[in-house]
């Protein structure tokens, strides 16, 4: 048989279809498990027919099993029909042994059938008379399981209502009692009634509802002693509170966090904490002064700034170090409230701002504005030491009072300065402390302008004393010196302006002005000459002490303007000098008449004169002019004024020369007698003679 498949396959490889079936065939044969019930029956019914595997039994194979089924069927069929014909007709003498038995044994079957139905239809008369009893109780039991399952779901939503918007015994007592403590108890009781307010607007929404505002009421009742509670316990731990060396707990920033959804119990809060650190800190300043407290117990462990500052700028500086020391201890101690805490402190006053009922009707707009949590620090702190502030006004204006050198004076407002913008900057320019020490700042220098003023009284009568070298006098020396020592004071301080120079304008005015005016008016009771050399020695002075820095400079150059003026004058003097004791000063005026012919020729007798007082004049030309101006202090400008005279009058005598060259022979000389022969000094002699 298996050569003859082989010889089958072999006959369907030359169509590609034919081999697809094929191979479709072979894999669904392989893939057939022999535990296959069905597979093994008809392997079974193969041997039975003795199969022959040929290819004519292949193609009979499937007609002779259809033929054998409908064979079967057949049998079947007609076995039935004998089997209703017995039914008809019992006694059918046509029919064996073996169909009388089956057809007895279906009348058995019928029998026990009929039987069944019966006891069917009893028992479906039994039920149905069993319902028809039973029902109304069925009925009533239904509803009241319905009524049951209502009151379970009714008796949930009680709980549920009673857990969320009704408090506990307990947590009544952890929110209001005093007798308890302020702990995370009451601060989850204290957020349940909260939340229990705020879910309250719920139920009042519903019509006829009065539970709602009963309710409210409570919670309202219950909320506001617990705040009550928080506020109280606040204030006493406020007053055992160390802000020294711990930061504030944990517990008192979550309180006042909770108690900010109160702004006035907040408010009253703070004001009740700054009094308290006010007279804490003022009792440690007090300490600190004199080494002993309130009690008159010394402290050996401090040494007192009245003892130890020796001077009035060591004992004011100690007392303001002490006194920022302080200011900084407090904001680094409180930032962890105001600063950590900021957002929250402002949400919750935020919220109670919106609830206080007298807000609805206010119309302050501050109330308006945002909490901003490090004005409200700077606040507190400068609040804190409003007491300390008021003990360093008394002393520092006792110290400045009794104040009589002008130096001291003012290196102590340069002192109260730089500390007022300090101050400033800690706790913003609206504080207090900052103004307190402007304050003072502001009498130091009053004190300043005092003692300068009597120190200005007391030169008025120096000033008629003019000194014989015109040189400045010594008490305007004694000022520059004042003035250098205030300016580096000055350059050293930390200034609040933008411009150093607008600022230190009043101490010029203050300082330097008054010596300024009583130099120019000494000076205008000198002769010209004196007087311009006067004014620019005592003010190159004032120029090069000025000069040294920065926010003078200004000034500086105005100094140096007004010294120029004054050397110009200088060297209009020198060019008349020259004109003068040179013989040629009528000759330089009256050459221009003469050569337009509106007076007479100059004559032999005129010119030879000239040149005879010129060349007497010459040899020591530029000694005398140079001593002339020998009281200025400044060498390099005395020869600078000499040599822009000189070069005056050698541009004069180029011009003169030029003219007498043009006019020929002189009126009553001699034939050959010509103007160079009466007068032969040439410009270029001039020249090397006066430089």
């Avoid at 009348?107 to 149905?128: C, F, P, S």
């Avoid at 617990?226 to 606040?234: A, E, S, V």
């Amino acid at each position: 048989m298996s050569e003859e498949l082989g010889r089958g396959t072999n006959m369907l490889i030359p169509s590609t279809k034919s081999s697809n079936s094929l191979t479709t065939k072979v894999t669904a044969v392989l893939s057939t498990s022999f535990a296959d019930a069905e597979f093994r029956e008809a392997l079974s019914l193969l041997d039975e027919k003795e199969f022959a595997n040929d290819a004519r039994n292949r193609r009979q194979i499937r007609i002779d099993f259809h033929k054998n089924v409908m064979d079967c069927n057949g049998v079947i069929v007609d076995s039935f029909g004998q089997v209703a014909e017995v039914n008809i007709i019992p006694a059918s003498p046509i029919l064996d042994r073996s169909s009388l038995t089956t057809i007895q044994q279906l009348h058995r079957v019928r029998l026990i059938l009929g039987k069944l139905n019966a006891e069917y239809q009893d028992m479906k008369t039994q039920i149905a008379l069993a319902k028809s009893g039973t029902s109304t109780t069925l009925s009533e039991t239904s509803s009241l399981l319905e009524t049951r399952a209502q009151v379970l779901v009714k008796q949930d939503v009680l709980s549920a209502f009673k857990e969320h918007f009704l408090m506990t015994e307990v947590e009544i007592v952890a929110l209001t009692s005093t007798a308890e403590p302020v702990d995370d108890r009451f601060f989850d009781a204290l957020s349940k009634a909260k939340k229990i307010n705020k879910d309250c607007e719920i139920l009042l929404g519903l019509e006829g509802q009065t539970f709602g505002l009963d309710l409210m009421e409570q919670t309202s009742t219950n909320l506001n002693f617990g705040f009550q509670k928080l506020y109280k316990w606040l204030q006493r731990e406020f007053k055992t509170l160390n802000l020294e060396n711990p930061q504030m707990n944990t517990s008192i920033r979550r309180a006042l966090r909770v108690l900010a959804e109160r702004p006035s119990l907040f408010q009253n809060c703070l004001d009740f904490f700054a009094e308290a650190r006010e007279r804490l800190l003022s009792e440690a300043f007090h300490i600190a002064l004199t080494g002993t407290n309130s009690s008159g117990v010394d402290d050996a462990s401090i040494k007192p700034i009245d003892l130890t500052a020796h001077d009035i700028l060591r004992y004011v500086g100690d007392m303001l170090a002490w006194v920022h020391s302080a200011t900084v201890g407090e904001l680094e101690a409180l930032e962890v409230l105001f600063i950590a805490e900021g957002e929250e402190l402002a949400k919750g006053l935020r919220q109670g701002r919106d609830t206080e009922v007298w807000r609805l009707v206010a119309d302050d707009e501050d109330d308006d504005r945002e909490f901003n949590a490090l004005g409200a620090l700077n606040n507190l702190v400068d609040r804190d030491m409003a007491g300390v502030g008021r003990l360093v006004r008394q002393r520092v204006e006792q110290v400045i009072r009794t104040t009589e050198d002008i130096i001291p004076a003012y290196k102590l407002a340069t002192l109260l300065s730089f500390y007022g913008i300090t101050f400033e900057r800690l706790l913003g320019p609206a504080s207090k402390l900052a103004d307190c020490v402007h304050g003072l700042e502001n009498e130091s220098l009053r004190q300043f302008r005092s003692l300068l003023k009597d120190n200005i009284a007391l030169i008025q009568s120096d000033a008629d004393k003019i000194p014989t070298d015109l040189a400045p006098p010594p008490f305007f020396h004694d000022a520059l010196d004042q003035l250098a020592a205030i300016m580096l004071t000055f350059d050293s301080s930390l200034s609040s302006s933008a411009i150093p120079e607008s600022e230190f304008e009043g101490v010029l005015t203050d300082a330097l002005e008054p010596f300024m005016i009583a130099c120019d008016n000494m000076a205008k009771s000198m002769p010209p000459l004196r007087a311009s050399i006067f004014i620019v020695n005592f003010k190159s002075a004032a120029s090069k002490r000025l000069a040294k820095f920065e926010f003078t400079k200004r000034r500086a150059e105005e100094l140096r303007l007004d010294i120029a003026k004054e050397s110009a004058k200088l060297v209009q003097h020198q060019y008349e000098f020259f004109r003068l004791r040179s013989g040629l000063n009528s000759l330089f005026s009256s050459e221009c008449d003469a050569y337009s012919k509106s007076i007479p020729a100059l004559n032999a007798t005129v010119l030879a004169k000239a040149s005879q007082q010129l060349d007497e004049f010459l040899p020591s030309a530029l000694l005398d002019a140079i001593d002339r101006v020998k009281n200025l202090e400044d060498a390099m400008i005395a020869r600078q004024i000499t040599e822009e005279a000189a070069e005056m009058f050698c541009k004069d005598f180029e011009e003169f020369e030029k003219k007498l060259e043009s006019m020929g022979p002189s009126t009553g000389a001699s034939d050959d007698a010509s103007v160079r022969l009466l007068f032969p000094r040439t410009s270029t002699e001039i020249r090397v003679l006066l430089s």
